[in-house]
T-cell receptor, first 115, second 115 residues
Framework: NAGVMQNPRHLVRRRGQEARLRCSPM?????VYWYRQLPEEGLKFMVY????????ESGMPKERFSAEFPKEGPSILRIQQVVRGDSAAYFC?????????????FGEGSRLTVL | KNQVEQSPQSLIILEGKNCTLQ??????????LRWYKQDTGRGPVSLTI?????NTKSNGRYTATLDADTKQSSLHITASQLSDSASYIC??????????????FGTGTRLTVIP
């Protein structure tokens, strides 16, 4: 049973470009969380999704950031018109049910560098 | 306000020595508390989960404690090894709300074990 798969592992973008980060949850998991981690800092919640629904996006910046988890395919975190401050590691986690009682399984992260 | 505070922020110990990491929380109503280990450049991995009725739980050389009255948890590492060098993250779950993210992350303790 493959773990949470994130790609790309490393992504370099110039300011103003778009970044798309993909996350395939573990098989059988229908809940996906995205977190951002700046160097030497902790994980910051961004968004919690179930299939075809955004459940909680309270940690997501209001502009330029969007997330989706379609019925088929991976969850996508999209950052439009990237700026240098978007450089960070973005982690995806999945759980079979809402994470309140279950364990979160994390991917290895996607490291975005904005030049 | 639901918060999770960890201390110390960083710690350096000699190989073979023991250490204790602390986690204080104000999350309510409490559901459970997990300790995660995050190796550099990797995603976090769950070490142990503590529920309200549990005081102590061990996982090999890792022993977690929970005092639900004082809202404190500790992670004790015995006979440290170089591979214990990582960030240790305390994550507290509130009882599930309606559609909201109910996981609260500490900023982690960065442990470095030196030969």
């Amino acid at each position: 049973n493959a773990g949470v798969m994130q790609n790309p592992r490393h992504l370099v973008r110039r300011r103003g470009q778009e970044a798309r980060l993909r996350c395939s949850p573990m098989k059988g998991h229908s809940h996906v969380y995205w977190y951002r981690q700046l160097p030497e800092e902790g994980l910051k919640f961004m968004v919690y999704l179930q299939k075809e629904n955004i459940i909680d996006e309270s940690g997501m910046p209001k502009e330029r950031f969007s997330a989706e988890f379609p019925k088929e395919g991976p969850s996508i975190l999209r950052i439009q018109q990237v700026v240098r401050g978007d450089s960070a590691a973005y982690f995806c986690a999945s759980s079979p049910s809402s994470g309140g009682t279950g364990e979160l399984f994390f991917g290895e992260g996607s490291r975005l560098t904005v030049l | 306000k639901n918060q999770v505070e960890q201390s110390p922020q960083s710690l350096i110990i000699l190989e073979g020595k023991n250490c204790t990491l602390q986690c204080n929380y104000t999350v309510s109503p409490f559901s459970n508390l997990r300790w995660y280990k995050q190796d550099t450049g990797r995603g976090p991995v769950s070490l142990t989960i503590m529920t309200f009725s549990e005081n102590t739980k061990s996982n090999g050389r890792y022993t977690a404690t929970l005092d639900a009255d004082t809202k404190q948890s500790s992670l004790h590492i015995t006979a440290s090894q170089l591979s214990d060098s990582a960030s240790y993250i305390c994550v507290v779950s509130a009882k599930k709300g309606t559609g909201a993210n109910n996981l609260f992350f500490g900023t982690g303790t960065r442990l470095t074990v030196i030969p």
